[in-house]
Nanobody, 118 residues
């Protein structure tokens, strides 16, 4: 089974930037969909951004204009996060799937912590 490993999290001040990476043990060409989710303390995991091989890209409303999702052929997906706010503090998870919609077959990384100080 393919594995996903996130990196790039850390502590930044309000207004700062981070770039998260998601490394897959299989070629990203194997996946039709990759996405980022996040889970803040005491809250449920929520969708952040998705990118598909048919060109679809979408974001949750609160990050539009600040976050950018991308991927390449080198088994990597990225989440560029600009103008970070304290409410962006969460563990960020990468997920990838062989289908263009989320499914129980999707694989998940272990998560990377993002902390934004005010």
């Amino acid at each position: 089974q393919a594995l996903l490993v996130e990196s790039g999290g850390g502590l930044v001040h309000t207004g700062g930037s981070l770039r998260l990476s998601c490394a897959a043990s299989r070629s990203s060409a194997y996946f039709h969909r990759m996405a980022w989710y996040r889970q803040a303390p005491g809250k449920q995991r929520e969708f952040v951004a998705v990118i598909r091989d048919d060109g679809l890209i979408d974001y949750t409303e609160s990050v539009k204009g600040r976050f950018t999702i991308s991927w390449d052929n080198n088994n990597l997906a990225y989440l560029q996060m600009n103008s970070l706010q304290p409410e962006d503090t969460a563990v960020y998870y990468c997920t990838a799937g062989r289908f263009r919609v989320a499914s129980a077959d999707d694989i998940w990384g272990q998560g990377t912590q993002v902390t934004v100080s005010s």
